[in-house]
């Protein structure tokens, strides 16, 4: 069976990387990829069509004999890639259009979190910027301010006091679509955790525990990214507190998005805060993580297209629980110059060849590009994703950090404190 990717960043090629392992599998294409897709082997290709050209995939995933599509990216989930193929009679994983509202719509979210009584943020919805702030005016404690709709990671507002929010508030109505509703929530505190499913609807499989790093300097300070870094297992999240999220968070969720006419075929990828009171959502992401994708799937030993597979035909319940490496790993995202805010391109990268000698490491490709010398330049914020295995998270650190080291271009950088936080805790 052929296998058709859809997406250009570290957790495509991470994902064209494990899906090509598979037995089952003979070509992946990936849409469109990038350096690290394009010199993977000969059995993973890139395709030059954008992930929004629906007609466009879909043709190419007749005329290539694509028995299975795997979208990366929420945007081609929100706009309908999962009903748009299935019309045309082919197999595609992750949610249809109006599931994926639990990642493009974070008032739809709250909602089905409200009617699910699941463990949430307290909050408002508002259809208009002027009651929001007449809302925020005689509240003067912590808040987080939300775009409803899609906004690349850049629709939420974490505030202090009203002043904050009320500025906020003003923010996202500019933001266009994406602001045309408000949610104002509660701010919690606590550590952030991820936590991945598969489900087809009926039965959820649960991935191990992984944890990203989403501010851009160590310590958990400067600018939020998309994700500086994540490891996986996260010894925070021990078995019973697994099991926990699992009976009052994944399965009512699945649940409710069932009695909701809206029933949930995917990823269901859960962002937790562990307060003291206990873990609460966030918000819930329809899609494979990014960066967490690289650790979970290098930790991964069964057969991600069975996995696919089974969820698409509503057989989850009958395929063996996933196995996993025993090992953790960390991944460390090294980033261009100036990101998150405007960044150079172009830079050649050098070291890969390097890197690659070593055992028990990776390289994902996220923002590169081949010129017609096979150079690999930088054409992204967030670079590569360097992954190390390891007995333990220091070992594994130690790994992907060694790799690092190889690596070079002009302005590159990475934060230095991936996984430190699971440091200590004994697994
Ligand atoms: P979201 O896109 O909803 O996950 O928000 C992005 C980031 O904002 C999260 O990863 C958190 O760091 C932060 N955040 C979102 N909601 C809250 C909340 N209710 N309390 C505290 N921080 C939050
Ligand atoms: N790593 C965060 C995300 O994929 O949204």
């Known amino acids: 069976m052929n296998v058709l990717i859809v997406g250009s960043g570290g957790r495509e090629h991470v994902l064209a990387w494990r899906v090509a392992s598979s037995p089952r599998v003979k070509q992946v294409f990936v849409a469109r990829g990038n350096a690290g897709t394009a010199t993977e082997g000969n059995d993973i290709e890139n395709v030059d069509i954008d992930e929004l050209d629906f ?99 850049k629709g939420v507002f974490v505030c202090d006091g009203n002043e904050e929010a009320i500025e906020a508030v003003r923010s996202v109505k500019n933001m266009g679509n994406a602001g045309n509703r408000i949610v104002i929530e509660e701010r919690l505190d606590g550590e952030e955790v991820s936590i991945l499913a598969i489900t087809d609807g009926t039965t959820i499989l649960t991935l191990q525990p992984a944890q990203d790093h989403k501010t851009a300097h160590d310590n958990d300070k400067g600018p939020n990214t998309g994700g500086m870094g994540a490891y996986s297992p996260v010894p925070l999240v021990d078995k019973e507190m697994l099991q926990w999220i699992e009976e009052r968070i994944l399965v009512p969720t699945v649940h409710t998005m069932n009695s909701n006419n809206t029933p949930f075929k995917g990823v269901l990828y859960a962002g937790l805060m562990i307060t003291k009171h ?129 690596i070079r271009w002009d302005g590159a950088w990475c934060r230095k404190d991936i996984s430190d936080k699971a440091a200590g805790i004994p697994r």
Request: net charge negative; hydrophobic share 40%; charged share 20%.
């Open 55 to 153: 007609p466009a995939l879909i043709k190419f995933a007749k005329q290539n004999g694509v028995g299975l599509t795997v979208v990366g990216p929420e945007v081609p989930l929100c706009a309908g890639i999962v009903d748009a193929f299935e019309a045309a009679g082919l197999r595609i994983f992750g949610p249809n259009r109006v599931a994926a509202q639990l990642e493009g719509s974070k008032a739809f979210c709250k909602d089905i979190l409200h009617r699910g009584d699941i463990p949430t943020a307290t909050y408002n919805v508002f259809n208009d910027s002027h009651e929001a702030i007449r809302f925020l005016q005689n509240r003067d404690i912590p808040f987080v301010i939300k775009a409803d709709g899609l906004a690349a990671g």
């Open 278 to 406: 206990g873990p609460k959502v966030l918000e819930y992401n329809v899609r494979f993580g990014d960066p967490e994708c690289q650790p979970l799937l290098m930790r991964l030993k069964t057969d991600i297209v069975e996995i696919f597979e089974a969820t698409i035909d509503g057989k989850l319940d009958q395929i063996n629980l996933p196995e996993w490496d025993e090992r953790s790993a960390v991944c460390v995202v090294m980033a261009s110059k100036g990101y998150p805010n405007y960044y150079t391109k172009g830079e050649e990268i050098r070291g890969l060849a390097d890197a690659a000698t070593l055992p028990d490491t990776k390289v994902f490709h996220a923002g590169t590009i081949l010129d017609q010398n096979n150079r690999v330049l930088t054409n992204g914020g967030r670079v590569l994703g360097v992954t190390g295995l390891g007995n333990t998270i220091p070992e594994a650190k130690l790994a992907a950090y060694t790799a690092v080291q190889k």
